[in-house]
Structure formats: structure tokens, C-alpha cells
């Protein structure tokens, strides 16, 4: 068929008792649909269909979608935990500040020892009850890569998750470098549009059967009408991504001689993970104001064409302060500088995003560089 349907079903008609016995304890101990699917709790087609394609693009046996990223990784730690007996984590900051806060909470009832990305760092953290490894890369909100090998190496055999959002897997599939599950907050890159709550992880068979038995436990199904979106999304990714990593080059050469940027966190193209483990920079960067707090505060209220909002990955350009938001859960000593600001861009025209923060980074300024002046230090966006 052109365009696949949804199935908004909240249940489904039983054949017998036997049958539907039988089909609600296979679904309910991560098993598919066998004469009825029951129970939308349970298992959606059009959820599937998604699960399936993201499956594809990433390399791995199978996907599990999630109501959110947050559910998606609560899933993880708990299937990871009830599957080994163990409750330790290790985690790699930096990390989303959802996720280090999560993990440092105790809500999930393990104990979570932080470290660097290192595989030094990572094999002094692991020890004999650690039941899962948790890094993200590129890290947010500083960009930071890891090699996601060295870190399987280091972990000894204990299942490794990448937390693959920034990456998409246009740029990145963790399973080919040994991680046991690849995890994606799928409200940003993989929707695209920012009008869908998602989380999915792609993993083995195994691995996504214990998950859907914590996802049906839980309730935290991903509603049809998301896998929907979120299907959809995944025929325009490649595309978006391209134009937007594209964009982000521009942006950050115009920024990296930009004299009140003190430092600009983007991976560069002689990164020895660019082309080996990373099929490129990605469209995220940020950036370390000279003044500070109070400077930040000021280019995320004085920028236009820039959104000044949470999340990253839509095809409209955001901007945000990570310690004062997303990242404001996070222990201070491992919390972002106040002087760094985040941006995702989107598929603007890289003219009129450059423009937009020269005009609100030069308020205070005497000079303003006029936009015919731009143009002309723009990279060729083919590169």
C-alpha cells in the first residue's frame, strides 16, 4: 500500500477463550500477536510497522517503541536488572540531564557509579554486579564523542546501551560496534517536526522481548498515532539530516571565529570517530559565551529566527540553556557551564540562522555585520 494505516483499536475481538488465553500470556511475556492481539497495552500494528523500519536503519534484530525516551531508558535499566539479578549501573557522562537524573535518583532502585568515556574510566567503574553500561554520543549537550567500542571492550561483557539521538542513524549504528541495545528520544530526530512523544531502543530478539514484558507491566506503549508520525518521519530523515548537518557546518565555522564565543563544542572533521565510527559531525552544537550567564540569557530572548525551546532535532533551529533546563537536575560539580548554550539546527536557510546570532550576540555591540557581509563566509553546503 502508498500510505499505511492506523490502527486506533484499544482492543480486539477474542476467537475463544483458549485463544485469547493463550495470545494475552504471550504478549505479556514479550511475545507477538497469535490469534488476537487483545489488548492495545499489549501490542499495536501500527506500532510494529515502525519498530520494524527503525529496526532496519539500525542494524538490529528488533525495536521496541516506547510512550517516551525516558520510558524507553526506565525499560532498559528495569528489563536489565530483572534479567541479571544485578543493581548496578555505570554511566558515561556527560549525559541528557533526564537520564543522569534517573540514574542518580535511586527511583529505579540501583546504584549508579558516573564516570568519563574512557575505557580506563569505564573498566575501574565496572564491577561484579554492574547489570548495565549507559553512554551517550555525541554527548549533550557538549558534544563529546566516545568510542563506543573501546567502552564494549572495557565493559567485559556487560550489555552496553548508547543513548544514539544526536547521532540518528543516518551517522551512527551502535550494534555494529558491539552496544547491546541503541536507544533514541524518537521526539527529535526520527519524528522531525516536533509533534511526537517517542522513545525506542533497537536491540536482539532477546533483549526486545524483555522489554516489551516491562513496556506491557507498565503501560508505556507508544500511541498509534505517534508510530504513525514517527513512521513517516523515517522516509524524510536521511534527507533532513543531510540539510541539516549541512546547515551546522555553516553555523559553526561563522561562530568559531566569532570573538564572544569562548569555545564552540563541535565534533571536527579530523575527529579520528568521524568516518570510523560516525558518518559525520551531526547538527547539534554549542557554545561557551565570553559573558557568561548573563550573555547566554540575552541571545536566547534576542534571537528570531531561533526558537528559544527544550529539545533538538526538528526542522525548525532551536536554542536553549542547558543548566538552567535540561540539565538542571544534574549535580552541580557534573552540571554545564552557565555560559554554554545549546542549538539544534534545523533546515533554515544557514544565511538567515547566522544572521539571527549576529544580530542578537551584537545588541550590545557598536558594530553589526550586515547580512550581504555574511554571505559570502558561508561553507559550500554540498561539503
Known amino acids: 500500500m502508498h500510505v499505511p494505516p492506523i490502527d486506533l483499536s484499544s482492543t480486539n475481538p477474542l476467537p475463544d477463550i483458549e485463544t485469547g488465553g493463550h495470545a494475552y500470556e504471550t504478549l505479556a511475556s514479550g511475545g507477538h500477536p497469535e490469534g488476537t492481539a487483545v489488548y492495545a497495552r499489549l501490542w499495536n500494528p501500527t506500532v510494529a510497522r515502525f519498530e520494524a523500519g527503525l529496526a532496519r536503519l539500525e542494524h538490529a534484530e528488533a525495536a521496541v517503541a516506547f510512550s517516551s525516551g525516558m520510558a524507553a531508558l526506565t525499560a532498559a535499566v528495569l528489563a536489565a536488572k530483572r534479567e541479571t539479578g544485578r543493581r548496578h549501573v555505570v554511566a558515561v557522562r556527560p549525559l541528557y540531564g533526564g537520564t543522569d537524573h534517573l540514574l542518580a535518583s535511586g527511583l529505579l532502585d ?3 557509579t558516573f564516570c568519563e ?24 549537550p557538549t558534544l563529546d564523542l566516545v568510542d563506543i567500542r573501546s567502552v564494549v571492550t572495557a565493559a567485559d561483557g556487560v550489555p552496553v546501551l548508547v543513548d544514539n ?16 541495545m541503541a536507544l533514541h528520544s524518537a521526539t527529535k530526530y526520527l519524528g522531525g517536526h516536533g509533534d511526537v512523544m517517542a522513545g525506542v531502543i533497537a536491540c536482539d ?3 526486545a522481548a524483555a522489554l516489551r514484558r516491562v513496556r506491557a507491566i507498565t503501560g508505556a506503549l507508544l500511541h498509534p498515532l505517534g508510530a504513525y508520525l514517527l513512521h513517516r518521519g523515517l522516509a524524510t530523515l536521511p534527507v533532513r539530516v543531510r540539510t541539516q548537518q549541512a546547515n551546522a557546518r555553516a553555523v559553526a565555522a561563522w561562530l568559531a ?3 564572544d564565543v569562548a569555545r564552540l563544542h563541535y565534533p571536527a572533521d579530523d575527529h579520528p570517530l568521524i568516518g570510523r565510527q560516525m558518518n559525520g559531525t551531526g547538527a547539534m552544537l554549542s557554545i561557551e559565551l565570553r559573558g557568561g550567564y548573563e550573555q547566554a540569557a540575552h541571545l536566547t530572548s534576542a534571537v528570531r529566527v531561533f526558537t528559544h525551546a527544550v529539545s533538538l532535532g526538528g526542522v525548525d533551529s532551536l536554542i536553549q540553556h542547558p543548566s538552567a533546563l535540561t540539565h538542571r537536575p544534574v549535580a552541580s560539580d557534573a552540571r554545564p557551564t552557565p555560559a554554554l548554550v545549546r542549538l539544534s539546527i534545523g533546515l533554515e536557510n544557514p544565511v538567515d540562522l547566522i544572521d539571527d546570532l549576529d544580530r542578537a550576540l551584537s545588541v550590545n555591540r557598536r558594530t553589526h555585520v550586515h547580512r550581504s557581509a555574511i554571505r559570502p563566509r558561508i561553507p559550500d553546503l554540498q561539503a
Open 110 to 112: 540501583v546504584e549508579t
Open 117 to 140: 568515556g574512557t575505557s580506563t574510566a569505564v573498566a575501574a567503574a565496572i564491577r561484579r554486579d554492574t547489570a548495565l553500561v549507559v553512554l551517550e554520543t555525541p554527548a549533550n
Open 257 to 259: 571565529d566569532h570573538p
Open 165 to 180: 539521538t544526536f547521532a540518528t542513524p543516518m551517522l551512527q549504528n551502535p550494534l555494529e560496534f558491539g552496544a547491546a
Open 205 to 207: 530478539q532477546g533483549r
